[in-house]
């Protein structure tokens, strides 16, 4: 079976940084374009980053630019997200998901994606 697990979320006060990370199993990750995407309490969710496969090319939401830094290592199977100067309003359930190319990722709509893990909740608050 096909999984992607996404860990690192946790509590953090405003300013702070966590990093979330994204394990694939049951199939190769370096073969997809990987997105993150997130949803907050009474929110639709939204897409906030993508990744090529070869990792060439990233795309970033205005919302997290600056800020967010998206990375993957293909050896790990395993793909991140670098979350820094966080806002209260970054509090969301975070998940990641695979697109079969690039473009379909950056569109940053649900349909544009193959495999989706369960999230991970990432809560700012001081």
């Known amino acids: 079976q096909l999984h992607l697990v996404e860990s690192g979320g946790g509590l953090v006060q405003p300013g702070g940084s966590l990093r979330l990370s994204c394990a694939a199993s049951?199939?190769?990750?370096?073969?997809?374009?990987i997105g993150w995407f997130r949803q907050a309490p009474g929110k639709e969710r939204e897409g906030i980053s993508c990744?090529?496969?070869?990792?060439?090319?990233?795309d970033y939401a205005d919302s997290v630019k600056g800020r967010f830094t998206i990375s993957r290592d293909n050896a790990k199977n395993t793909v991140y997200l670098q979350m820094n100067s966080l806002k209260p309003e970054d509090t969301a359930v975070y998940y990641c998901?695979?697109?079969?190319?690039?473009?379909?990722?950056?569109?940053?709509?649900?349909?544009?994606?193959?495999?989706w893990g369960k999230g991970t909740l990432v809560t700012v608050s001081s």
């Open positions: 998901a695979a697109a079969p190319e690039f473009r379909l990722c950056v569109l940053h709509e649900d349909y544009g994606m193959d495999y």
């Open positions: 049951g199939f190769t990750l370096d073969l997809y374009a």
């Open positions: 990744i090529s496969s070869s990792a060439g090319r990233t």
